[in-house]
């Protein structure tokens, strides 16, 4: 019986050394999303946002996700200080426009522009709305960070150490009369989400043929008992 043990020991060990060692492989893991929300009443507006590190004792880190959910009003405004109407948008038609930007460490940034409909035509003595813009619960990105536990170190920190920056900026284009002047309003609220991907090491393949080899030398013990 000894034999027979010895025997089989060897030929388990032989073949684990023809295998040589299998490749180890990893899960590839999404945490939740981290969400902070940001409110301007006006277009010219920015805020800063803290969201919390990723934890490398969870494993590796390979990339950053953000986005933003949006809802948001852009008034395009003329003011004719005249005594008669005026024509604006001749040859270039009138409009305002909203760039929202969300941005963290290293680049990451993902961006939305609102743009009113292009006017031309006459403006009446006086301060009128020449067009608007909504947007009502839009999703901006995802935008995609990748990297690893050295390029995306920004990233790795504890509780509210990663800021993600929030601005506004408005904008103003097209053809005026000289006596009108023109402007924009509105405001904006939405949600800012950050996400992290990383990988959770796995057993090795080798561990798995092991065990499968373990179980057949001791089948085949059992059946020359027998």
């Known amino acids: 019986m000894k034999k027979h043990l010895l025997s089989l020991f060897s030929a388990f060990v032989a073949t684990l050394a023809l295998l040589g060692p299998a490749p180890a492989s990893a899960t590839i893991v999404t ?3 981290q969400s902070q929300s940001f409110n301007f009443s006006t277009v010219n507006a920015s805020t800063n946002l803290s969201f919390d590190g990723f934890d490398a004792s969870l494993g590796t880190l390979l990339g950053v996700v953000i986005k933003f959910s949006l809802n948001e009003t852009l008034n395009d405004l003329a003011f004719n200080m005249g005594n008669s109407a005026l024509t604006v948008g001749n040859p270039v038609k009138v409009s305002a426009t909203s760039t929202i930007t969300a941005s963290g460490p290293l680049g990451l940034t993902t961006v939305n522009q609102l743009t009113t409909t292009p006017y031309s035509g006459s403006v009446t003595t006086g301060l009128s709305t020449i067009g608007t813009a909504t947007l009502s619960n839009y999703m901006v990105g995802p935008t995609q960070l990748n990297g690893n536990m050295s390029t995306l170190g920004a990233y790795i920190g504890g509780s509210n150490s990663v800021t993600i920056a929030v601005t506004g900026v408005g904008t103003q284009s097209g053809s005026l009369s000289p006596s009108v002047m ?11 989400y950050l996400q992290y991907i990383y990988a959770i090491p796995e057993p090795t393949m080798l561990a798995l043929f092991a065990l499968g080899l373990l179980m057949l030398t001791a089948t085949t013990w059992r059946r020359r008992q027998g």
């Open 31 to 33: 945490s939740g999303w």
């Open 182 to 192: 023109t402007g924009y309003n509105g405001s904006a609220n939405g949600i800012v």
